[in-house]
């Protein structure tokens, strides 16, 4: 599979935002304030930031025009699916199981309602042996090819794979995900960006609330961290349309 190579010319644009996993009215708002561009409702039951299709629909009435929300699916049907998006008509579905290219499709209608397609990219030095270029070919139909860390289970590990092994140049909208925080998303924005069409993020641990044992509160959004997030996300696009050429030869 031949990498295409008009990724890189392409001039720098605004990294679009996502936050996920959002459970709580509050969060959703912050989310809004923050200057989010979509928000993400877990429909997996086994994730402890799981909601239904009739609480993502609740939630997502609080969202203001152009906005958009996003479905997150594992390896469900596509009855259930379509079924669930009847609730949010103006959704996106993400697959985030193990679903083929005609899966997606007789979920979506044939492609009618937008989705995204989930890579699990190993971590460590297996990001290397992904194929990529094949990967967002086989899945051509989805809007935007996720890419999170293969960790046990799906998704929701907070835990970043080893982006300089990604492809020179892939084909596709890309969605940069996985153990993204408000300190380390710069690094992973001006390393993935010139590597494709256009670049999103999408985080959810990373925001999260501490506990009080340090750890995040799965479900529950910081306000100030999605801030400090965005706030990270368009230093990045910042640096980008200063110098993108600078780092075009870094990749």
Known sequence: MKANQTALTLPPSRTRIK???????????????A???????????????????ERAAQLAKRLPPFVTPVLL????????????????????IQFHGDESPQDCLDATGGGARAYLR??????????????LVKYSFDYSH?????LDAHVEGFGGGG???????????????????????????IDG????????HTLAVDVSSGVEA?????????GIKDAEKIQRFVAAVRAADAQLAKNPHEFLSAT
């Open 189 to 196: 924005i001006l390393q993935v960006r010139p590597r494709c």
């Open 142 to 146: 989805a809007q935007a090819i996720l």
């Open 159 to 185: 835990k970043a794979f080893n982006w300089s092994l990604l492809p020179p140049s892939v084909d596709s909208h890309l969605v940069l995900s996985g153990g993204l925080t408000p300190a380390n998303v």
């Open 35 to 53: 200057g989010a561009d979509a928000v993400g409702f877990v429909l997996y039951a086994p994730s402890p930031r799981a909601v239904t299709p």
């Open 118 to 131: 989930a890579a699990r990219i190993p971590l460590d030095d297996g990001a290397a042996q992904f194929d």
């Open 73 to 92: 699916v594992v390896n469900e049907t596509a009855m259930n699916v379509i079924a669930a998006s009847a609730f949010l008509p103006g959704a996106i």
């Open 210 to 218: 501490d506990g009080p044992d340090g750890k995040p509160i799965k």
């Open 19 to 33: 936050i996920c996993g959002l459970t709580r009215e509050e969060d959703v708002d912050a989310a809004v304030a």
